[in-house]
């Protein structure tokens, strides 16, 4: 079975630009979620996404947003990007909403000059 | 205050030996508990879930989970230099808390 994909895997932008990543979950699960992770901050989630809905949001302004398709595609979309904004954004899957154990795809890498 | 803390580390054990990385959270009602190793430049990858209390085998890895005393500890035995990670601790607070909170991970080197 193939693991969770996310495209691009870099991604190089320039501040107050916006950038969109994907993410694919493993076939058959429905529940994405996304994170941020810093050296300083470590992992930090984003939100979750189950059957098209957001169902947890975390600490982060409103220029970080997403959604789920019918498909269980998710994306991430970061506006008006800053120089604080270069992370590793990571998007888990997991089977269903309130299913725990949750699968990490590859990553993008985006940095923000 | 953190809400799930690590020792940073690095912890260093030499080759055969078990290694202890140990995880508390402030929480009791928290749910489950996972382990996760993630090596530099890579991305997070599941190795333990434990639910209840008690120890969890699998393989080289064993899971301890005590509620009463909110810790979680993963112990590697006969460590091999390819176990050297960081290693994450998360913990899911049960209903209406569903994220996943991380601690900021144990740095294991395995010395051969």
């Known amino acids: 079975k193939a693991g969770v994909t996310q495209t691009p895997r870099y991604l190089i932008k320039t501040r107050g630009q916006q950038v969109t990543l994907s993410c694919s979950p493993i076939?058959?699960?429905?529940?994405v979620s996304w994170y941020q992770q810093t050296p300083g901050q470590g992992l930090q989630f984003l939100f979750e996404y189950f059957s098209e809905t957001q169902r947890n949001k975390g600490n982060f302004p409103g220029r970080f947003s997403g959604r789920q398709f019918s498909n269980s595609r998710s994306e991430m979309n970061v506006s008006t990007l800053e120089l604080g904004d270069s992370a590793l954004y990571l998007c888990?899957?997991?089977?269903?909403?309130?299913?725990?154990?949750?699968?990490f795809g590859p990553g993008t890498r985006l940095t923000v000059t | 205050q953190k809400e799930v803390e690590q020792n940073s580390g690095p912890l260093s054990v030499p080759e055969g030996a078990i290694a202890s990385l140990n995880c508390t959270y402030s929480?009791?009602?928290?749910?489950?508990f996972f382990w996760y190793r993630q090596y530099s430049g890579k991305s997070p990858e599941l190795i333990m879930s434990i639910y209840s209390n008690g120890d969890k085998e699998d393989g080289r890895f064993t899971a301890q989970l005590n509620k009463a005393s909110q810790y979680v500890s993963l112990l590697i035995r006969d460590s091999q230099p390819s176990d050297s990670a960081t290693y994450l601790c998360a913990v899911n607070w049960g209903t209406g808390r569903r994220a996943l909170t991380f601690g900021s991970g144990t740095r294991l080197q395995v010395q051969p």
């Open positions: 929480d009791r009602v928290s749910q489950s």
């Open positions: 888990a899957s997991s089977l269903a909403f309130a299913a725990y154990e949750q699968y």
């Open positions: 076939s058959g699960h429905r529940s």
